[in-house]
């Protein structure tokens, strides 16, 4: 199986490759050497799953990443711009470096490939789960739905809380980058099953029906007082803006 192509860019990567093998063979080693190393997949994982690492410092890191795009075509060409991408994180990676590593991004679909994809999703087989009767496709049904799916009696009490661990993680996240906003609530028409009522606002809903209806809310109390002049009744906050 041919995985990289015949190119200067190999040449130059299996370089690299071997005056790393012959630098040192560790960790420890290599860190004597260069101070600061970060391991390497000599065919990355993504490709063929292995344990064959050598030891890189962060510019020789970077630079081979940037060789293995040269190196592939096809999906695994779409692999390696991806993994490039990842660098943009590093913080010991200098600027212009960044800048280089954010511009292997890819960019928006094409209508053409919009059109693809929506027709292959709506080719495909879709399983309808027992708990919540959503149908989904394949790939998404095992994570979360059938013996996954929040609607389960019998799901396991980890499997919920890690869900709950990690909406609060990107939640704090969008929070600090200024992304957040509250999410929106049900829409549609909503029917008591009590009372037969029907209405579009969610939170009045919930809020005098389903399991609240015919319970008899209380006001609470409100201090009023009589106007001097023309004797009427107001509350407090209204009595403010009463001008007679």
Do not use: W
């Not at 190999?10 to 004597?32: G, H, V």
């Not at 590593?101 to 709506?122: E, F, Q, T, V």
């Not at 929070?175 to 906003?181: A, D, I, V």
């Amino acid at each position: 199986m041919k995985i990289f192509l015949n190119n200067k860019y190999t040449k130059i990567y299996f370089k690299i490759i071997k005056r790393a093998k012959l630098r040192s063979n560790n960790r420890y080693q290599a860190n004597k050497i260069l101070g600061k190393t970060e391991a390497h997949h000599v065919i990355p994982k993504s490709i063929i799953p292995n344990k064959n690492t050598v030891f890189l410092s962060i510019k020789e890191h970077f630079i081979c990443h940037l060789l293995l795009v040269k190196m592939t075509e096809g999906l695994n060409k779409i692999k390696m711009e991806h993994a490039v991408t990842q660098f943009s994180r590093n913080k010991k990676l200098h600027p212009h470096q960044i800048i280089i590593a954010l511009s292997y991004k890819h960019r928006p679909c094409s209508d053409i490939r919009k059109l693809n994809i929506s027709k292959g999703r709506k080719n495909t087989s879709k399983i309808k789960c027992e708990y919540c009767l959503k149908e989904t496709d394949p790939g998404n049904f095992t994570r979360y739905h059938g013996d996954n799916c929040k609607f389960n009696p019998n799901i396991d009490a980890r499997i919920i809380e890690e869900r709950s661990i990690k909406a609060k993680r990107q939640i704090e996240k969008s929070k600090k980058l200024g992304t957040f906003s509250k999410p929106k609530p049900p829409q549609g028409i909503f029917t008591c099953p009590k009372c037969n009522k029907s209405g579009t606002n969610y939170g009045n809903m919930k809020l005098h029906h389903f399991d609240n209806c015919g319970i008899k809310r209380v006001r609470k109390y409100i201090s009023k007082s009589s106007c001097i002049k023309c004797r009427k009744v107001l509350d407090n906050g209204n009595m403010k803006l009463h001008r007679c």
